[in-house]
């Protein structure tokens, strides 16, 4: 049997393959190795669901936030060690994700806008070009936790619609104070910042909370999308809960800047389900 996880910032999705299909699966939480060292990962995935499958379990595939030096795979890598002690291990970035759930083996321009954002050029089995993924506060345009923080500068500067400001303060009885102790002092403040999204597409139709997702989803378009080679004639994906539950504002946006958006789905986990079966 193979284990197969997708791994992000909030929440890591897994799944058990056997020659006869899915097995098992689970939703469990997100680990980055940006964040959390080896030892800290290793007691996280103190699960039930991995202990049970422990002995099971061959080939490992890991997708996740992160993964994209050696240093941080390697951290990955000796995490699940401690519990997979015989198995394959084999850990890849969440970008290859993407691209294997939505290109599969086609070309084609693949996305991530969950928490974070980041993309890719893929050519149909190979990442051929990408752009830098530096991490919520020098990044992730068009992510849940840019988009949160914008919604928290436009709170602290009193620069929101005050029908809109009344019921954060009702909602969540903010205040500056609480804003700086979660950014700055608590960990994980992209979670943080993205948890904040919800809130916003409750109230898609005032024109700042829509306004707030399209800018956003242009200022990743031209980050990153519009670097690509020929990116008017390439399909392009999306995968995240961004991306999904705000899919008529992206594609919105996207027309705009005519590019055209294909696949949106909000987890790649059913797209490499179908991608590894291949390998039973």
């Known amino acids: 049997m193979i284990l197969i996880a997708d791994s992000g ?4 999705d897994w799944r058990i393959l056997s020659d006869k299909g899915v097995v098992g699966q689970h939703r469990g939480i997100g680990f980055n190795p940006n964040y959390q060292t080896a030892e800290e990962m290793s007691n996280e995935l103190q699960d039930e669901f991995l202990l049970k499958a422990q002995d099971d379990i061959e080939t490992i595939y890991f997708y996740g936030a992160g993964c994209t030096f050696p240093k941080n795979r390697s951290q990955v890598e000796h995490a699940l060690r401690r519990i997979f002690k015989r198995a394959e291990i084999n850990v890849d970035h969440d ?4 691209a ?9 321009i693949a996305c991530i806008l969950g928490t974070g954002s980041n993309s890719c050029d893929y050519d149909g089995e190979y990442i051929i070009a990408k752009r830098p993924a530096p991490g919520y506060i020098l990044g992730d345009e068009g992510g849940g936790a840019y988009i949160g923080r914008k919604f928290l500068q436009d709170f602290i500067h009193e620069e929101m619609p005050k029908k809109i400001r009344e ?4 909602k969540f009885q903010l205040d500056n104070q609480t804003i700086i102790e979660h950014v700055y002092q608590k960990p994980f ?9 919800r809130f916003i597409t409750e109230h898609i139709n005032d024109p700042y909370c829509y ?10 378009f031209r980050k990153h999308v519009m670097k690509y080679d020929d990116y008017k004639k390439k399909e392009v994906n999306f995968v995240g809960s961004i ?14 800047v005519d590019i055209h958006v294909n696949l949106i789905i909000e987890s790649p986990i059913e797209g490499l389900t179908l991608y590894h ?3 039973l």
């Not at 910032?9 to 890591?12: L, M, N, Q």
């Not at 306004?211 to 990743?220: A, E, K, P, R, T």
């Open 95 to 98: 970008m290859m994700a993407a």
């Open 189 to 197: 403040p992209g979670r943080y910042m993205a948890s904040f999204c």
């Open 243 to 256: 991306a999904f539950y705000n899919s008529d504002i992206l594609r919105n946006a996207s027309y705009d």
């Open 167 to 170: 019921k954060v303060l009702e």
């Open 211 to 220: 306004m707030l997702y399209y800018q956003s989803f242009q200022d990743f």
């Open 277 to 279: 079966q291949e390998l």
């Open 100 to 108: 294997r759930a939505t290109c599969g083996h086609h070309a084609g």
């Open 9 to 12: 910032a909030s929440k890591t």
